[in-house]
Structures are given as structure tokens and as C-alpha cells.
T-cell receptor, first 112, second 120 residues
């Protein structure tokens, strides 16, 4: 069965620190991978996506992610976080039938 | 482009009543819409996949008689929570996928803002 695992449940960083959120997936076929962000009280927004091509994907707000096929990973990174990045982050894989399988989510708290 | 709306954004109802939530794709046609449920501090759980003009496909453990889904047009899907109980209180989110296979939007789901349901 397809699954997505996010390594960190809650990450606390100070402003300007670098961020890396882990995401591993289990799916044997061709994958489309996504990172979504949910700011407090707001709806899900797409940060970035990988369909094919360059495994290093750049998204909005300075985020990027790297698809490493051999490791079944799609980690999210940002070189310098801001207080406004405080949010819940979800990794997802597009499985058979177009369904999205979400990871458990990682809560990011950035201290000013 | 690719905007999805949900109505209502928030609803409070008495136990035993039914509640209907609408999901609309505003600027594209959606062959497929998905309904998710999100508990506080938890991830999104897929409830069902709704295809226009056909019966919804429910995920394991989701009661289809409890959560009625109708996808009557390419821009509208509805979720009706029948005989709601307090344990049905949750955040319900829909998403929509474009009709155009092979088009730039096809492999991506666009999410609505969610509906907060509180059953007293």
C-alpha cells in the first residue's frame, strides 16, 4: 500500500535558521510529489511539486525540495526561515486513481 | 486560475440533523473531486473520490450511507453528513482535479478552504 512518512512531528527553529523537513514515500510506480503548507486558520496551499525532470524543485516563498529516487525521498528545504513560515507542512504523493496520500504533517514553529 | 470554493465555511448543527457541504470549481471543469476530513493537529484523511456522473468511491472505513456524495456537474460536488453526531465534528476539505487529461492542471489537485462542522 502507498504511504508517506514525515520524520518530524514538530520542529522549532529560530528565525534565519535553515530548515529541512524529511519525507519518504512508499510507492512502486511513477510518482508525482507535492509539498503543501497550511497556515494557522487557512486552507491548504501548494508550495511546490515534482512531476518529472530536474529533481531539484523550486517553489514559492524560497522553498525547494529534492527528489531522490533511490531513497524514495522528497525533502523540503529553506535556507533561512522567517517567523511567517510558522505553519503545518504536508508531504503528499499522487497515487493510483489520482488520489493524494498525505504524510502525517510537520508543525513548524519559528521563534522571532 | 484553478480556484475551488466551499460553502458553508462554518456550520453548527444539532445532533440528528443533516448537513450539506458544497464544493465548486470556479474557473475550470473538474471530472474528479475528492473529499477529505481533517482532525485537529492531524493530517488529511481521504474519505471518497467523486467522479462526475457516477457513484463515489469510498475509502475503507468510511460509511457511504452516512456521508452522501453527489457530483452532479463538472463544477459541483456535494457532501451530505446525514444524521450528524458530535463525533462527526471535523474539518471537511474538498479538492478538484481538472478534466483536461494531459493538460497542465491534470495531475494536480486544487483545494477548497474547508468547512468546519460542529455538531452539538
Amino acid at each position: 500500500a502507498q504511504s508517506v512518512s514525515q520524520h518530524n512531528h514538530h520542529v522549532i527553529l529560530s528565525e534565519a535558521a535553515s530548515l529541512e523537513l524529511g519525507c519518504n514515500y512508499s510507492y512502486g510506480g511513477t510518482v508525482n510529489l507535492f509539498w503543501y503548507v497550511q497556515y494557522p486558520g487557512q486552507h491548504l496551499q501548494l508550495l511546490l511539486k515534482y512531476f518529472s525532470g530536474d529533481p531539484l524543485v523550486k517553489g514559492i516563498k524560497g522553498f525547494e525540495a529534492e527528489f531522490i529516487k533511490s531513497k524514495f525521498s522528497f525533502n523540503l528545504r529553506k535556507p533561512s526561515v522567517q517567523w511567517s513560515d510558522t505553519a503545518e507542512y504536508f508531504c503528499a504523493v499522487n497515487a493510483r486513481g489520482g488520489k493524494l496520500i498525505f504524510g502525517q504533517g510537520t508543525e513548524l514553529s519559528v521563534k522571532p | 486560475g484553478a480556484v475551488v470554493s466551499q460553502h458553508p465555511s462554518r456550520v453548527i448543527c444539532k445532533s440528528g440533523t443533516s448537513v450539506k457541504i458544497e464544493c465548486r470549481s470556479l474557473d475550470f471543469q473538474a471530472t474528479t473531486m475528492f473529499w477529505y476530513r481533517q482532525f485537529p493537529k492531524q493530517s488529511l484523511m481521504l474519505m471518497a473520490t467523486s467522479n462526475e456522473g457516477s457513484k463515489a468511491t469510498y475509502e475503507q472505513g468510511v460509511e457511504k450511507d452516512k456521508f452522501l456524495i453527489n457530483h452532479a456537474s463538472l463544477t459541483l460536488s456535494t457532501l451530505t453528513v446525514t444524521s450528524a453526531h458530535p463525533e462527526d465534528s471535523s474539518f471537511y476539505i474538498c479538492s478538484a482535479r481538472s478534466k483536461l487529461a494531459g493538460g497542465p492542471l491534470y495531475n494536480e489537485q486544487f483545494f477548497g478552504p474547508g468547512t468546519r462542522l460542529t455538531v452539538l
